[in-house]
């Protein structure tokens, strides 16, 4: 990748604190500022997730937010769709196993971009590494009410995926302070959360909260 911001080191450390967005959490605040206010607090990731908002709000939404993370030096993707991403410049996408597949997205969006892949086993991971992902996004790891259906990886699994491949892994899925402890001596590089920030009264305070605790168990390994 030409841009240093996404070097694969770079792109290894930006992997500490992954901040999923989730607009049902804001209780009438901006996303916008819950964004920027989780940068502030230590963010060093950050994915647009939309499930249900029409088109053209994403795209809205993805290019507000592309400016606050373009300025804070922090990567920036769309969850899922890659003609959004195309369309708004943004760093890159997360597809999931039924999305559109890595190899597709990284014909669309170029070697430069950022494609991200969920993975819940090591033949997933390895398949998500050989078709050109970036990094991998391994989960759930504790039962969440934001994803109630996912697979659930055990610490084994997460750590067996780790050591399998030499891409960046971020752990999701129920994080939180008092669960991303957890997730030390597995060799993933980070935690992915979203209500532990967007639900939080004050999204600074939680990002510099969870920022520390990331700090803690990943950068030691």
Not at 34 to 45: D, Y
Not at 138 to 158: N, S, Y
């Amino acid at each position: 990748m030409a841009n240093p911001l996404y070097t694969k080191e770079a792109l290894r450390s930006s992997m500490l604190l992954y901040a999923v967005t989730d607009r049902a959490w804001l209780q009438g605040r901006t996303l916008a500022d819950c964004v920027k206010q989780a940068i502030g607090g230590g963010a060093t990731f950050v994915q647009l997730r939309e499930k249900e908002a029409p088109r053209g709000e994403i795209a809205e939404l993805g290019r507000e937010l592309l400016k606050l993370c373009r300025e804070a030096g922090v990567p920036f993707v769309i969850d899922d769709d890659v003609e959004i991403a195309l369309e708004i410049g943004a760093d890159g996408v997360h597809v999931g196993q039924d999305d559109m597949a890595c190899e597709n997205a990284r014909a669309v969006l170029g070697p430069e971009a950022i494609v991200g892949v969920s993975a819940q086993t090591v033949e997933q991971a390895l398949a998500a590494q050989a078709a050109g992902a970036d990094y991998l996004g391994v989960g759930a790891l504790i039962p969440t009410p934001t994803k109630p259906d996912a697979v659930d990886v055990t610490f084994e699994e997460l750590r067996a995926i780790c050591d399998a491949v030499d891409i960046p892994v971020v752990g999701i899925g129920g994080l939180n302070v008092r669960t991303i402890g957890k997730l030390k001596g597995s060799h993933a590089d980070g935690a992915a959360v979203v209500s532990a920030i967007f639900a939080a009264d004050d999204c600074e305070l939680a990002a510099r909260e969870l920022r520390a605790v990331c700090e803690e168990t990943f950068e030691a390994q």
